[in-house]
């Protein structure tokens, strides 16, 4: 996470693609959950073109 997710906001991520790495707006899957700057998630769903839903990842 590059930008912090929580309740009500849009964070960012960072996903390496096509060799690069490009940045993407980011929604928690659970509408509850708050995901600070610097926690490792995983891309549950993908909208185009640039909105990821995320989960934290390793049960963190």
Aim: charged share 15%.
């Amino acid at each position: 996470m590059t930008g912090r997710v929580a309740p009500g906001t849009v964070g960012e991520v960072m996903i390496p693609v096509r060799g690069g790495v490009e940045a993407f707006y980011a929604h928690p899957v659970d509408p509850r959950d708050e995901i600070g700057v610097g926690t490792i998630v995983v891309v549950v769903e993908y909208h185009p073109p640039r909105t990821v839903y995320v989960a934290l990842a390793f049960g963190q």
